[in-house]
């Protein structure tokens, strides 16, 4: 049975950082691409960043390149997010995903593409 376990949301003032993690289980994690997500209320879901199999490659949304880090550990089967400067137009669930993807360096920016999601972690940026 696939897990995705994301942790490290909770409430923050503008201009602070948090990191968010991903536990993946009951996959081979280096036969997937991993990406996170988000959605605000009222909102859809939409990409925030995602990165290759073998983490070489990293693509991310406008609006968080530059303040936004995904990296990966194959040690620990776990994909991270690194928020900062955060703003109060970050806040939102966010989300994590896999996406099983056949070659080391394939990154997928669509939702439809991922097969496994977590249930999601809260971040809350207050201004």
């Known amino acids: 049975q696939v897990q995705l376990v994301e942790s490290g949301g909770g409430l923050v003032q503008a201009g602070g950082s948090l990191r968010l993690s991903c536990a993946a289980s009951?996959?081979?994690?280096?036969?997937?691409?991993m990406g996170w997500f988000r959605q605000a209320p009222g909102q859809e879901r939409e990409f925030v960043a995602c990165i290759s199999r073998d983490g070489d490659y990293q693509y991310y949304k406008s609006s968080v390149k530059g303040r936004f880090t995904i990296s990966r550990d194959g040690a620990k089967n776990a994909v991270n997010l690194q928020m900062n400067s955060l703003k109060p137009e970050d806040t939102a669930v966010y989300y994590c995903?896999?996406?099983?993807?056949?070659?080391?360096?394939?990154?997928?920016?669509?939702?439809?593409?991922?097969?496994?999601w977590g249930q999601g972690t809260q971040v809350t940026v207050s201004s």
């Open positions: 009951g996959l081979t994690f280096d036969s997937y691409a």
């Open positions: 995903a896999a996406a099983r993807a056949s070659w080391p360096q394939t990154i997928v920016g669509s939702a439809g593409q991922y097969d496994y």
